[in-house]
C-alpha cells in the first residue's frame, strides 16, 4: 500500500474513532449539573402535577354530583308549583261554587231550590229524607271546600321546603365550582411550570448536543490536520511503498462506517423525542422508527421498519467488536437500538418513555448487525 494512501487511510480512522469519543463521551461540565437538576425538577413538578388531576377529577365528579342533585331538587319544585297552581285552581272552583249557591239563596229569599223541596215534601218521611239531603250537600261543599284548603297548604309548604333546599344546594353546588375552578387554575400554573423546565431541558440537551458536534469537528479537524502533515513528510519511492506493503501494517476503513457514525450522530440529537409504536420521525418515534430515520438522514434511505427485518441486513457482529453505528439488538429480536459506544446504545424504548441513551447490558442486548 502507498504510503500516502495508507496515511489518509489512517487520517479517516482517526476521524472516526474522534467522533465516535465524542458521542460516547458524558459531560460533566456545569450544563451537565443544570440538566440534571432540571430534570429532577422537572421530576418532582410531574408527580406533583399528577396529585393535582387526581385531586381535580374528584372535584369535578363532586361538582357533578352537586349539579345532578341540584337538578333532581329543580325537578320537584317545578312539579310542587304544578300542584300548587292546580289545587288553587281547584279552590277558586270551589269557592265560587259555594258563592253561587249562597247568592242563589239570598236572592230567592231562602226558598231557592232546595228550600222549594222541602215544602213539596208530601209527607214527613219524605221532609226528613229531603232535609238530610240538603244538609248532606251543604256539608259535602263545606268538606271538599276544607279539603283543597288543607291540600294547598299543604303543597304551598312543601313548595316552601322544597325551594329552600334548592337554595342550600344551589349554595353547595357554586361552592363545589369555585373548588374545581381554584384547582384547574393550580394545575394550570403548574403544568405551565413543567413545560418550562422540559423546554429549559429541551434547549439544554440541544447545546449540548451541538457542543458535542462541535468537538467532534474540532477533532476530526486536528486529526485530518496531522494525517496530511504526515503524508507530507513520508517517502514516496517505490521501495519505501514496496517495504511498507511487506510490512503487513494496515488499518481498514469498515464499509460504511463513516455513515453508520453520521446515522448514529443524528439519532442522539432526537433524544428526549416521544415513543410512539409505529412513528418514524420526525419528532416521535418507536424503537426500529429511530433506525429507519437516522439512517436516512445520512442518505441510507429505504431501510424496513421492522426490528424482525433490520436482523437480517449487513453483517453479524460481535458484541466485543461493536462501533459506532452498529445496530443493537434484544435476544427475542423485538428491540433495536443503535450503538454508541462506552457500553452503550440510543434507543426509542416504549410508550410513556422517550428517545435516550442506555447501556447494552440494561437491555440484554445481545446481537449486532452492521449494515
Not at 304 to 318: A, D, F, K, Q, R
Request: hydrophobic fraction near 40%; charge should be positive; glycine fraction near 6%.
Amino acid at each position: 500500500m502507498r504510503p500516502i494512501l495508507r496515511s489518509f487511510l489512517v487520517a479517516a480512522v482517526v476521524l472516526s474513532t474522534a467522533a465516535f469519543v465524542t458521542l460516547a463521551s458524558v459531560p460533566t461540565s456545569a450544563p451537565g449539573a443544570t440538566l440534571a437538576s432540571k430534570q429532577a425538577q422537572a421530576r418532582r413538578l410531574d408527580a406533583e402535577v399528577s396529585k393535582l388531576e387526581t385531586k381535580y377529577d374528584e372535584l369535578q365528579e363532586r361538582y357533578r354530583g352537586a349539579m345532578y342533585e341540584l337538578e333532581q331538587i329543580q325537578k320537584d319544585v317545578d312539579e310542587a308549583h304544578r300542584v300548587v297552581v292546580a289545587t288553587r285552581k281547584d279552590l277558586q272552583v270551589a269557592k265560587r261554587r259555594l258563592a253561587l249557591r249562597a247568592e242563589t239563596i239570598y236572592r230567592t229569599g231562602g226558598t231557592g231550590s232546595s228550600i222549594a223541596d222541602l215544602a213539596s215534601a208530601g209527607s214527613f218521611t219524605d221532609f226528613f229524607d229531603r232535609l238530610e239531603t240538603v244538609r248532606r250537600v251543604g256539608d259535602q261543599d263545606a268538606n271538599v271546600l276544607d279539603r283543597i284548603e288543607v291540600l294547598n297548604a299543604r303543597v304551598e309548604k312543601k313548595e316552601r321546603v322544597l325551594r329552600t333546599a334548592k337554595a342550600r344546594q344551589a349554595a353547595a353546588t357554586r361552592r363545589a365550582k369555585r373548588d374545581k375552578e381554584k384547582m384547574q387554575s393550580l394545575l394550570d400554573q403548574r403544568q405551565a411550570k413543567l413545560d418550562s423546565v422540559n423546554a429549559d431541558i429541551r434547549r439544554i440537551m440541544e447545546a449540548q448536543r451541538r457542543a458535542a458536534e462541535a468537538r467532534a469537528r474540532a477533532a476530526a479537524r486536528r486529526s485530518a490536520s496531522k494525517a496530511r502533515s504526515a503524508a507530507a513528510a513520508a517517502p514516496s519511492s517505490d521501495s519505501s511503498s514496496s517495504s511498507s506493503s511487506s510490512s503487513g501494517v494496515s488499518i481498514p476503513l469498515p464499509p460504511g462506517s463513516s455513515t453508520a457514525a453520521a446515522a448514529a450522530n443524528a439519532a442522539m440529537g432526537k433524544l428526549g423525542s416521544p415513543y410512539v409504536w409505529a412513528a418514524a420521525g420526525p419528532n416521535s418515534f418507536d424503537c426500529s422508527g429511530l433506525v429507519v430515520w437516522a439512517f436516512a438522514q445520512v442518505g441510507r434511505s429505504g431501510l424496513p421498519h421492522s426490528t424482525y427485518s433490520l436482523i437480517n441486513m449487513g453483517v453479524e457482529v460481535p458484541l466485543d467488536q461493536l462501533q459506532v453505528g452498529d445496530l443493537v439488538f434484544s435476544s427475542s429480536i423485538g428491540h433495536v437500538g443503535i450503538y454508541v459506544g462506552g457500553g452503550s446504545f440510543v434507543h426509542a424504548p416504549h410508550t410513556g418513555d422517550v428517545v435516550k441513551v442506555t447501556s447494552l447490558g440494561e437491555y440484554s442486548m445481545s446481537r449486532a448487525r452492521r449494515i
